[in-house]
């Protein structure tokens, strides 16, 4: 096990490295730079930040400042509001993790709710309405979903007031993000729910005389969950680095939609930060969910 953790730590950094070095090369790439404005201003001016910021050598040597500063716990300054990026990232990201987690744990408890009963009731009416639902909500992307959920709730008939600074401004970026992750929950589990009750040790246990409902939970269950947790530790870390469009529609000013205004203002020092603190949340939840197999299959074998 440590031996598999070491060596996974280790691909871990080497992949955060390869990501940020792909960031740095295609933004630099795009035509344009972080001084550009639309009001023109003069050479000079350019000149005198482009040497303020490291900008006016080469990209390689860039790139290795950058990353030295990085390695040392600085991760520089926003290029248009001069802030820390770390206080920028320290007040933004409680926001998206909140709305990502919760998201996260509305999906995985209604999947595995309506995947399990899906599984007892098959070819029944329960069982074909929800493998309906979950079809037709996969099908709609989710920046579409929370754009119609905007306008029906909070616009057309103003039960949640997604502009004000309560907390019934975070139910509709919630549903928006769950209802995907959610809906592919429910089709897996039903999947290994029907796989894990057709295996000899659970018709040893009936034929044991043990109750329907500690066959289905304490035997059937658990091994189901093998694939969803698979898929649950990339989807929280997905979820929680990919709502930045959700974000933006409802204007909640996580750390999304300071990505997304990172990329448009081209603040190239704002963008790697946050990047490199995404793709480590992502490499970090990867790990865990490893660990994790272990914990609930002690038969796995992780090398």
């Known amino acids: 096990m440590v031996k598999y953790v070491v060596k996974r730590i280790f691909l871990a950094i080497l992949t955060v490295i390869v990501i940020s070095m792909i960031t740095f090369l295609a933004m630099n790439a795009i035509p344009g ?4 404005k639309e009001k023109a201003t003069s050479p000079a001016v350019i000149a005198a930040l482009e040497t303020r910021y490291n900008l006016d050598k080469p990209l390689p040597q860039q790139y290795l400042l950058y990353m030295n500063n990085l390695i040392h716990g ?22 998206s993790a909140k709305l990502g987690l919760s998201a996260s744990l509305f999906a995985v408890a209604i999947g595995l709710v309506l995947g399990s009963i ?17 079809t037709l909500i996969t099908a709609i992307p989710a ?23 309560g907390k019934s401004n975070i139910v509709l970026p919630v549903i928006a993000l769950a209802c995907y992750p959610m809906a592919y929950v429910t089709r897996l589990t039903k999947t290994s729910m029907l796989d894990a009750l057709n295996q000899d040790y659970i018709r040893t246990a009936k034929a044991k005389g043990v109750g329907n409902t500690k066959v289905i939970f304490k035997h059937g269950l ?7 947790i698979t898929y649950v ?56 969910t490893d660990i994790v197999y272990k914990l609930v299959d002690p038969r796995i074998t992780l090398e």
Not at 33 to 36: A, H, S, T
């Open 233 to 288: 530790g990339p989807m929280i870390a997905y979820i929680i680095t990919g709502s930045m469009v959700v974000e933006s529609i409802f204007t909640i000013g996580g750390l999304g939609s300071k990505f997304i205004n990172a990329i448009t203002n081209r603040d190239y020092t704002l963008i790697m930060a946050t990047t490199i603190f995404l793709a480590v949340i992502m490499v970090i939840a990867n790990l865990i």
């Open 74 to 95: 600085d991760p520089g300054v926003s290029l248009k509001t001069g802030r820390n990026i770390s206080d920028i990232i320290a007040e933004s990201f409680p926001i």
């Open 222 to 228: 658990r091994n189901a969950l093998i694939p969803v």
């Open 33 to 36: 730079g972080p001084f550009n």
């Open 143 to 165: 920046f579409v979903l929370a754009t119609l959920l905007l306008y029906t709730f909070g616009i057309r008939l103003g039960i949640v007031h997604v502009w004000s600074p």
């Open 118 to 134: 899906a599984a007892l009731m098959r070819n029944k009416l329960p069982d074909r309405l929800i493998i309906f639902f979950t």
